[in-house]
Nanobody, 115 residues
Framework: QVHLVESGGGLVQSGGALRLSCATS????????MNWYRQVPGKQREFVAR???????SYAGFVKGRFTISRDNTRNTAQLQMNLLEPEDTAVYYC?????????WGRGTLVTVSS
């Protein structure tokens, strides 16, 4: 069974930083591409960042160099380091992977940025 569990969310002031983590099980992590998405209530879920199995990264335009996605294949985890957070970054952040043709999602972790 595939499980993704996010952690690291919380309340932070504008300009602050948070580091999210996604713990995985049930997949061969080193072969999986990992993604972070976010969703504000009432809006569509949107892509944030991606890291492929070989470490290639890509980001949404709004990241503007503030976020860094990484992975630890020894611990089967993916991370999202978020710096210079803005109130507009307030959302539930989700970890995602597509494994053997199926999409899997965690339950999300809430990030709240106060102004």
């Amino acid at each position: 069974q595939v499980h993704l569990v996010e952690s690291g969310g919380g309340l932070v002031q504008s300009g602050g930083a948070l580091r999210l983590s996604c713990a995985t099980s049930g997949i061969r992590f080193s072969l999986a591409h990992m993604n972070w998405y976010r969703q504000v209530p009432g809006k569509q879920r949107e892509f944030v960042a991606r890291i492929t199995s070989n470490g290639t990264t890509s980001y949404a335009g709004f990241v503007k160099g503030r976020f860094t996605i990484s992975r630890d294949n020894t611990r089967n985890t993916a991370q999202l380091q978020m710096n210079l957070l803005e109130p507009e970054d307030t959302a539930v952040y989700y970890c995602n992977t597509n494994w053997k043709g199926r999409d899997f999602w965690g339950r999300g972790t809430l990030v709240t940025v106060s102004s």
